[in-house]
């Protein structure tokens, strides 16, 4: 059977400007407050070849699917391929296929439950026009429902040597706390990356940040934003959701962090000194346009992937 597929992914405007995310502001204390260990905690995704599935070029992993991920290699000849994962609910995420001959990590967000992992290979680029080369469902159960948030994948990339992870290290050194990790990482991001118009313009459906890459250019788009600040607040041991949704009718990129005690910290927060309260970062930064900003502080949050 022919499908036709358009890409969820990233359909950016000029006015997707910049990520959500959480910041905290504390007081100063006259009591010594021992520092938190901010030795990087990077998850490695492997694939052991436990539980395997293949089709053509296609190789599907999910021996690890319990730990909130799977791995897919796609090794074929096909210049244009899909893949797609249906989660319990109905959710449904596609991904452009890049990297041939590598495996990569795809999040399970959905937590536990029946998952339809689906490879799609192109039949006419004119058309867009697809045909599944390979199709699996699977029974999972997620052991720990933070475990997606923690691992990098295809949208949050990152591992061990990544400069990423060192500038979280560096900006973790001294915090006594994770939320003083999200300060730092907030602040760096804000103070230090700036909006790019232009790329805003251009982005293509199906673009895919790289952290590295942001933090090295000091400039992106709100997903390029919020895929930095995942990474580097996961490299820390800090569960991150990557969310993708809407401001309004306005597709937009945001994170939430989870801390122990606090719960998940969900995108547009601040804390005051004595509550929680609405805050968009990217105004904080000053790198949007005002129109944006106005945008922004009169519409509601409504989040549709997570990755």
Known sequence: MLHKIKQHGMHFAVLCAGFLAASVIWGNSMAAVEARDAAAKVLAPSAPGKQVYSSGGAVLDISNASQGYVMLNYNGNNSKVKFRITAPGGVTYTYLVTGYGNYTAYPLSGGSGNYTFTVYEAVSAQDNL????????????????FSPFLYPNYYVNFQAGSACVRKAQTLAEGCASDLDVVTAVYHYATDNITYDNNKAKTVQSGYAPSPDSTLASGTGICFDYASLMAAMLRSQGIPTRLEVGYVGNLYHAWISCYISDVGWVDGIIQFNGTGWTMMDPTMAAGQSPSSFQKFLAGNTYSVKYLY
């Open 130 to 145: 697809y045909s599944a080369a390979l199709s699996q469902s699977a029974q999972v159960t997620v052991t720990n429902s």
